[in-house]
């Protein structure tokens, strides 16, 4: 007795092929995202996706995993040569989860935190209205210095002195220089507060040596995601040194936080961080040199780039304020029929009530740098943003020549070159529309 196929087969299908067309013939810069080597996308897909494994390695509550034991062991010994450090934490499914377990390890509710401020570019995690919110954490900014785009490392140090939080919190997610953390760290210190670098955007850059290592400068905890400059599959990691931190996140981690960690994510981790140990570098040089090349172009095609007198950036991102485009919500849109994915940002002398429609738009370079683009393509995609958001050319036209660019770099370079022509992928889930 043959059944029929039902209509929303098809059309989960459809949505699934479109979505990876699109994806894949777009410019896409959102600065938190990024693809995965094609072997990296091979291991995930793997059995490991259907299974349990509460606990750590080898004292785990579930049975079958040997093969999973030794993986997650291999996630954490390349990490910790990578980053050199000694304690990892691959557990936490994303760089939020990896917040709250080290914030709700190193504070009990009713605590306190002081924070890097919105305007540079912290986290909704590090918020009252996110997760140390959630966890009863009383959350206190340190003062912006609108003239360096940075926090104020004067005026921090007194608020850090005076309130002596449990601990500070520096990093962010709209993030072109880094956070003053030596010297936020050495106050931190004097007055017995624990510091704590949120890495998730930059952690990629960390791991190619191109942003400050973030132990050498002091911090206690480092948590990110693995899925933004680091470009692995979605998840999270905690890094330290300090064994008792340490133990104390891992207990936080399971049973409060996680209990299964998506154990596909692992195997994949480990091909990503073999990646950044062979290619880091040269992968992490190219892509502040195409946020430097891209900054500068736009700024020569007429755009007003945040950061002029400070070098425009030296991270993967670079910040367009187009109130004169249209505003950032406009802008993003035109620029999305265009096929050019970015995203609208608050700037630092937005109003927070400006989040529907900011002032500005956020780009990042490190996906289509891990496709193989350099200096000379990010000028052309800056005369692309002129197209579009200064001469008011037709995006649906602009498109054409959007598709025709990005065709040249489908390829991830940064990787080991190994022919999986043969294995199942979701680079080749076209296969699914002839189903
Ligand atoms: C993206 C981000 C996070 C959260 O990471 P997810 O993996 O999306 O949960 C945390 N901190 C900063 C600074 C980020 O930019």
């Known amino acids: ?202 952690l990629g850059l960390i791991a190619g040596r191109r942003w400050r290592d973030p132990f050498e400068a002091g911090a206690d905890v480092v948590t990110a995601s693995t899925h933004k400059t680091f470009p692995g599959p979605q998840g999270g990691v905690i890094l330290t040194n300090n064994e008792t931190i340490y133990k104390s996140i891992a207990r936080t981690i399971f049973p409060w936080f996680v209990s299964n960690h998506h154990l596909h994510r692992l195997p994949a981790t480990a091909v990503t961080a073999l990646e950044m140990i062979y290619f880091g570098e040269s992968y992490a040089d190219q892509i502040v040199r195409n946020a430097k090349a891209f900054a500068e172009a736009l700024a020569s095609e007429g755009f007003k780039v945040l950061g002029e007198h400070l070098g425009y950036t030296r991270s993967h991102q670079v910040v367009v304020d187009v109130r004169n485009n249209g505003g950032g919500a406009k802008a993003a849109q035109l620029l999305e029929e265009a096929n050019i994915i970015v995203n609208k940002n608050l700037l630092p002398y937005d109003p927070p009530e400006a989040v529907k429609d900011p002032s500005g738009i956020r780009t990042g370079v490190q996906e289509m740098t891990r496709l193989g683009m350099k200096e000379d393509d990010f000028r052309e995609v800056a005369r692309l943003f002129r197209m579009v958001l200064i001469d008011r050319r037709d995006p649906g036209e602009v498109r054409k020549q959007v598709i025709e660019l990005r065709s040249r770099f489908t390829r991830v370079h940064f990787t080991f070159d190994i022919d999986l022509s043969s294995v199942p992928s979701s680079y080749r889930i076209p296969f699914l529309s002839k189903i």
């Open 1 to 202: 007795m043959g059944m029929s196929i039902p209509n929303e087969l098809g059309r989960i299908i459809d949505l699934t092929v479109e979505h990876n067309t699109w994806r894949r013939s777009s410019l896409n810069m959102i600065p938190s995202e990024n693809v995965m080597s094609p072997l990296a996308e091979a291991v995930y897909m793997c059995d490991m996706m259907h299974r349990y494994a509460e606990g750590r390695p080898r004292r785990r509550l579930y049975q079958g995993l040997k093969y999973v034991d030794e993986v997650e062991e291999l996630v954490m010994d390349l990490m910790s040569r990578l980053f050199r450090v000694k304690h990892v934490e691959p557990r936490p499914i994303s760089g939020t989860i990896a917040n709250a377990a080290t914030f709700r390890a190193l504070s009990q509710p009713g605590g306190k935190a002081v924070v890097a401020p919105v305007q540079a570019g912290a986290h909704v995690s590090h918020t009252k209205f996110g997760t140390l919110g959630a966890l009863g954490i009383e959350h206190i900014e340190m003062p912006f210095d609108m003239e360096n785009l940075n926090i104020d490392v004067d005026k921090a140090r007194r608020v850090i002195e005076e309130v002596k939080p449990n601990f500070v919190v520096m990093g962010g997610s709209m993030y072109l220089f880094p956070h003053p953390l030596k010297e936020i760290a050495e106050t931190a210190h004097s007055v017995g507060s624990l510091v704590i670098y949120d890495a998730a955007h930059v």
